[in-house]
């Protein structure tokens, strides 16, 4: 392969620096872009087509609200939230970002009283809440059913993201300002030098690259890419089903949380349906197709008009998620040039993570928002 970018600065002085990003989906495609924007010689690698493991089986929900567990992880969801409207500013919104805003209600009373507190809690730290009736919230979506004194919260600066598209638009742009792309080759060793930097990585079809950096952005499959560095980077297992309805046209407009299910339109002639509790059940070997039938129905239940609707597709995918249920991005000071970008929540957090990595990756500045997340904490200790 021929590297046609650009020098870059990086520390102590210029000299090309050739960065390999390992997984295209949403998060490897915003390092990319951010990049390439930046004036980096980079080839992006995925061993599928670009956007097509976890990002395209997502529920693509785009918020902080449902991130309230650690301060600095809202607030790094908060800046994912603003890093979207700048890249819809950026790229266009067109096919890809929907802010429509994101309502949510619970049908018991102890569920209603947890989520009017953290409504409150939201508030106190500046996130834009309001609590409506029930008959207000229809007001903005006529198809649902609810009674009308339930109160429901609504997050008006939330949105949701066709991942696939954005993807497509990131790789196209950052292809046209001089990135290699190599789709359908999967990433099989990292060959490291003596002093224990990344050197080459190879391909699966026999493809050597010599790079000077790899960002690991290989969604569940990260744990494996750190392995060819002698690295460890534990995981959970915490797999997700996501189905696409086809109903045209769509009888909702915007991301909602009812009791028991989660939906928000695909397009205009489509929804997408989640649920927690039904990914409970992935592991106790009930049929997919049955898992879609249960979204399907609790689906209805909120929005008759699904009635006639059909299931067009069904995905069930690993969240990438690192052991402690946290990020894991930035330099892994221990092997030179290895960087990692993986995280839960991707769709929300892909365009705050690429630009905070890409400005590391080229300055060598860290970024104190992700003081939290760096992958260090999961060193193995010397004699472990
Ligand atoms: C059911 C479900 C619901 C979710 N809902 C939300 C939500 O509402 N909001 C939100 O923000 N997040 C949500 N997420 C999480 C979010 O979808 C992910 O965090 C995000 O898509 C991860 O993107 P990624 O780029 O890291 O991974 P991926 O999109 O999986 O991309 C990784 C890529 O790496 C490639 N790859 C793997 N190994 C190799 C190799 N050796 N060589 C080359 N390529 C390789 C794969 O082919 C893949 O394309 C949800 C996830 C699930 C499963």
């Not at 908060?78 to 500013?89: K, P």
Request: aromatic residues 6%; glycine residues 10%; charged residues 20%.
């Amino acid at each position: 392969m021929i590297w046609k970018g650009a020098l870059v600065s990086m520390g102590s002085g210029r000299r090309p620096e050739r960065v390999a990003v390992i997984g295209v989906g949403v998060l490897g495609a915003s390092v990319g872009w951010n990049l390439s924007r930046q004036g980096a010689e980079v080839v992006l690698i995925d061993a599928r087509r670009p956007g097509e493991g976890v990002t395209n089986g997502s529920f693509a929900w785009v918020n902080a609200s449902n991130k309230t567990v650690r301060k600095s992880y809202f607030d790094l969801n908060v800046a994912g939230m603003a890093a979207h409207r700048e890249l819809a500013t950026a790229i266009g919104p067109d096919s890809w970002w929907y802010p429509s805003g994101h309502l949510r209600w619970a049908d018991d009373p102890a569920a209603a009283t947890e989520l009017l507190a953290t409504a409150e809690m939201l508030a106190s730290w500046g996130y834009r809440v309001e609590v409506l009736t029930g008959a207000e919230a229809r007001r903005l979506e006529p198809a649902l059913v609810m009674p009308g004194e339930v109160p429901v919260v609504w997050y008006p600066d939330e949105a949701w993201v066709h991942g696939r598209h954005l993807v497509g638009r990131l790789v196209d742009q950052a292809v046209a300002a001089g990135a290699g792309l190599r789709s359908g080759c999967a990433v099989r060793d990292i060959i490291t030098g003596t002093d224990g930097g990344v050197r080459t990585v190879v391909l699966s079809d026999g493809t050597r690259l010599d790079v000077d950096i790899v960002v690991n952005a290989a969604g569940p499959s990260a744990s494996e890419v750190a392995a060819l560095v002698a690295r460890q980077l534990p995981m959970r297992r915490e797999p997700g089903v996501v189905t696409r309805v086809d109903c045209a046209p769509a009888p909702i407009g915007r991301v909602m949380h009812a009791p028991r299910i989660e939906i928000r339109p695909d397009g205009d002639a489509s929804v997408v349906l989640h649920s927690r509790e039904i990914d409970a059940l992935i592991d106790t070997g009930e049929e997919v197709s049955e898992l879609a039938r249960m979204l399907h129905e609790s689906a209805r239940n909120v929005v008759p008009e699904l009635g006639d609707s059909h299931i067009a597709e069904t995905r069930v995918a690993n969240r990438p998620i690192p052991a402690d249920g946290f990020p894991s991005v930035g330099v892994v000071p221990s092997v030179p040039g290895y960087y990692e970008a993986v995280s839960h929540s991707g769709i929300t957090l892909g365009p705050v993570i690429g630009r905070l990595l890409a400005t590391e990756i080229v300055s060598g500045k860290t970024d104190a928002m992700l003081a939290d997340f760096r992958p260090e904490r999961f060193a193995v200790p010397a004699d472990g």
